[in-house]
Nanobody
């Protein structure tokens, strides 16, 4: 079983990125999925979650700017990030918390 993130990169403040996370080796549709991030010298923090039936939830830092969604036919979860800020700079990870399964992460860098 594995999760593979992609879509990170370098963007100026105010820009957008869409992250993808593709799962393999798991029965993807039955699991809640989450995005976390870890900035330089910071603890890993949750960004957003989507339940097995598609209900999203956000943290204070992501609500209103980020959108999490899933495509069970493609075993993929997305994180659309708009109005990016320098403080969003981090490595972004997707995870299936129930399985303690994590991807390798994708770097997002936002310049001011």
């Amino acid at each position: 079983a594995q999760l593979v993130e992609s879509g990170g990169g370098f963007v100026q403040a105010g820009g957008s990125l869409r992250l993808s996370c593709v799962a393999s080796g798991v029965n993807f549709p039955v699991y809640n999925i989450a995005w976390y991030r870890q900035g330089p010298d910071e603890q890993r923090e949750m960004v957003a979650t989507v339940s097995f039936n598609g209900l999203p939830d956000y943290t204070y830092s992501s609500k209103g700017r980020f959108t999490i969604s899933r495509d069970d036919a493609r075993n993929t979860v997305y994180l659309q990030m708009n109005s990016l800020k320098p403080e969003d700079t981090a490595v972004y990870y997707c995870t299936i918390p129930t399985l303690s399964l994590w991807g390798q992460g994708t770097q997002v860098t936002v310049s001011s």
